[in-house]
């Protein structure tokens, strides 16, 4: 009894201390000296952003990447489509998607993690972004050269033009075209009506390689996009840490 009390004990403790170091780091970090976490401020500062900055804010992406920013060890990196890439798109093309559609299209812009130039040079083909689902949809072609770096959707060819952020977290750079996934614009006819349970990610191909994720499937929120995965995952270690700080306290008890 008593083993079994001071093993749920352990596991509580380190859970506990495992659950709140992201929090200290976070406390421990320089917060006024470091260039703000804010992605539409840096796009603010490029002048030349406002469709995508637009596009950003009426999405709620904006808000989701600032508070990933703030608790990311890996970091982000942002292609931003300047307003000429947004003007070149055949009108009304954003206007035709959902919103679904559209956060899909802001969240493909963005990776999970913070590349320099130079790192791109190394990085392995496909390259998932945040619109990346377990099925793998949803990824970049990137190709450098010393001078260039090119990006493919498979539907689109850009070429990176500028630097508008350096500092980790945050890489961003200008792109002259909008960088349209080919889930969505690729060369098929728009998907049919969704059945109920095609209703996860309309917008997704069906894929094969979809059962190594079954366990997703039960989550309820992680359905939408990476970025809420987590935070529907973090809100699971949440559930558990608190049943398990429950059960110790229970445990003392009796
Ligand atoms: C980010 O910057 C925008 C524009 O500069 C500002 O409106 C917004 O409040 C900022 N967000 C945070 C979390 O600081
Ligand atoms: C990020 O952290 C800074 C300081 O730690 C805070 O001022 C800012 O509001 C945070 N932003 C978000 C979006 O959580
Ligand atoms: C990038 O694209 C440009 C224009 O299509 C092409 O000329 C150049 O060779 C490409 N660079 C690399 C590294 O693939
Ligand atoms: C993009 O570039 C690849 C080769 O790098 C080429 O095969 C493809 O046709 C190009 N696509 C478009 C839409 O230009």
């Avoid at 406390?27 to 840096?42: E, K, Y």
């Avoid at 002048?47 to 989701?64: A, H, K, N």
């Avoid at 489509?81 to 009304?92: I, K, M, R, S, V």
């Avoid at 075209?177 to 997704?204: D, E, T």
Wanted: charged fraction near 10%; aromatic fraction near 8%; proline fraction near 7%.
């Amino acid at each position: 009894m008593a083993a079994l009390l001071n093993s749920f004990l352990f596991i509580s403790l380190s859970l506990l201390i495992f659950t709140t170091a992201p929090t200290l780091a976070q406390s421990v970090a320089p917060g006024p000296t470091a260039p703000p976490n804010n992605i539409t401020a840096i796009l603010e500062a490029g002048g030349q952003y406002t469709t995508f900055i637009r596009l950003l804010t009426s999405t709620r992406v904006d808000v989701q990447l600032n508070s990933q920013l703030n608790n990311s060890f890996n970091g982000l990196t942002c292609f931003a489509p300047t307003d000429n890439a947004f003007n070149q798109l055949p009108a009304g093309t954003l206007n035709k998607l959902t919103e679904q559609e559209q956060i899909e299209v802001v969240l493909f812009h963005v990776l999970p993690r913070f590349y320099t130039m130079a790192m791109f040079a190394t990085t392995s083909n496909p390259v998932n972004t945040q619109a990346s689902g377990s099925d793998g949809a949803d990824t970049l072609n990137i190709i450098s050269s010393t001078s260039q770096v090119n990006i493919s959707t498979g539907v689109v060819n850009t070429t990176i033009t500028n630097t508008l952020s350096s500092s980790f977290p945050l890489a961003m750079y200008s792109v002259d075209k909008v960088l349209l996934p080919y889930s969505i614009f690729g060369a098929k006819p728009p998907a049919p009506a969704p059945s109920p349970k095609a209703a996860k990610s309309s917008n997704k191909t069906p894929s094969s390689a979809k059962a190594p994720s079954s366990s997703e499937s039960a989550g309820g929120t992680g359905d939408s996009n990476s970025g809420i995965n987590s935070k529907g995952r973090a809100m699971q270690w949440t559930t558990s840490f608190v049943g398990l700080i429950l059960t110790s306290v229970i445990f003392r008890i009796f």
